[in-house]
């Protein structure tokens, strides 16, 4: 996983609207991170995120009612001191307590001491552990950036890729007429937002805008209004365009195992269409989808093809 740096004070800033949390402690080391070995050890954001009871280094403290309560309820200062002092000293980036509770003043001042932001909020633990945790899984997930048109076609999210000057774009802006939706035009950022789930986003630069040539930029959420255009989507297909000398030479005409192309470890279905003259590739595009869709619902048909060619050729075996 590549190395990510995230502040306390960029934590801070990003969901105080959300949140609504006032920093109360900790201020001298605002630009406190998160240990790096820790978030090169960590296999999602709730491995950085969790309650007092399951207490690691360089983890985000949750405190809550039940929290507070364990730290301060019918118990003498020593043990107070003595369970407030376990946090602090494995330094946790970040102490959030929630819930609405007043966290307790021995807390604030070991805070103070060891420079740990405290943050507390009104929003519930259970709220404020699925925000934080969100935030960190996509500035933790792993990023890559494929040069294609990505789209929402039939609620799949959708790859056009191929050398340049094959149409993408065109064929693009063909499928946004039809009723479905672009994410990104040219480049597309992909994360691994889990161990076998891609997220593709559209670069800042590049949001709602699609290039078409001899025309230029279009403004598709401009053109075509608010649903013509997505956030985001899940990477499930990549429809692969080609030259048609390129697939009879490269590709078989019906492959036996559907294929698959893996990014950051993660295996993608695809497939592959030759443009030529007078194919229309959005019809062609649209069909890939739907085929794709039976396929992640466990139906082959090329499978069912074979057990019904082998069934027939045992019918017709003379020593049926």
């Known amino acids: 996983?590549?190395?990510?740096?995230?502040?306390?004070?960029?934590?801070?800033?990003?969901?105080?609207?959300?949140?609504?949390?006032?920093?109360?402690?900790?201020?001298?080391?605002?630009?406190?991170?998160?240990?790096?070995?820790?978030?090169?050890?960590?296999?999602?954001?709730?491995?950085?995120?969790?309650?007092?009871?399951?207490?690691?280094?360089?983890?985000?403290?949750?405190?809550?009612?039940?929290?507070?309560?364990?730290?301060?309820?019918?118990?003498?200062?020593?043990?107070?001191?003595?369970?407030?002092?376990?946090?602090?000293?494995?330094?946790?980036?970040?102490?959030?307590?929630?819930?609405?509770?007043?966290?307790?003043?021995?807390?604030?001042?070991?805070?103070?001491?060891?420079?740990?932001?405290?943050?507390?909020?009104?929003?519930?633990?259970?709220?404020?552990?699925?925000?934080?945790?969100?935030?960190?899984?996509?500035?933790?997930?792993?990023?890559t950036t494929r040069h294609g048109v990505f789209m929402d076609i039939l609620g799949l999210g959708v790859l056009l890729t191929g050398e340049s000057g094959l149409g993408k774009s065109e064929l693009g802006l063909e499928l946004i007429s039809r009723g479905h939706g672009l994410v990104a035009d040219d480049a597309v950022d992909l994360y691994r937002i889990s161990q076998n789930t891609l997220e593709g986003r559209c670069p800042e630069l590049l949001?709602?805008?699609?290039?078409?040539?001899?025309?230029?930029?279009?403004?598709?959420?401009?053109?075509?209004g608010e649903t013509a255009v997505r956030r985001k989507m899940r990477l499930k297909l990549i429809v692969h365009l080609v030259r048609k000398e390129t697939l009879e030479r490269e590709f078989e005409r019906l492959p036996y195992e559907p294929l698959h192309e893996t990014i950051l470890g993660v295996p993608v279905l695809k497939a592959v269409i030759a443009v030529d003259a007078g194919r229309n590739l959005a019809v062609l595009v649209e069909a890939a989808v739907r085929n794709t869709i039976l396929q992640l619902r466990g139906i082959d048909t090329y499978k069912e093809f074979i057990a019904r060619h082998q069934a027939a050729m045992g019918a017709q075996s003379p020593d049926a």
């Open 207 to 224: 949001m709602n805008l699609l290039e078409v040539r001899g025309i230029g930029l279009l403004d598709i959420k401009a053109i075509f």
């Open 1 to 143: 996983m590549k190395a990510v740096s995230i502040s306390a004070e960029a934590l801070f800033e990003e969901h105080q609207p959300t949140l609504r949390w006032e920093w109360i402690a900790g201020h001298a080391h605002p630009e406190r991170r998160f240990d790096e070995a820790a978030m090169r050890e960590a296999h999602s954001a709730a491995d950085l995120v969790g309650y007092l009871n399951y207490i690691h280094p360089y983890r985000v403290q949750l405190v809550g009612t039940r929290e507070v309560a364990y730290l301060t309820a019918n118990v003498g200062p020593d043990v107070v001191e003595r369970r407030i002092q376990r946090i602090v000293t494995l330094e946790p980036p970040v102490i959030i307590v929630a819930d609405g509770q007043h966290p307790p003043d021995r807390l604030v001042a070991l805070c103070d001491r060891a420079e740990i932001p405290l943050f507390v909020t009104e929003q519930p633990a259970g709220y404020v552990i699925d925000v934080v945790r969100a935030s960190l899984s996509q500035r933790l997930a792993e990023r």
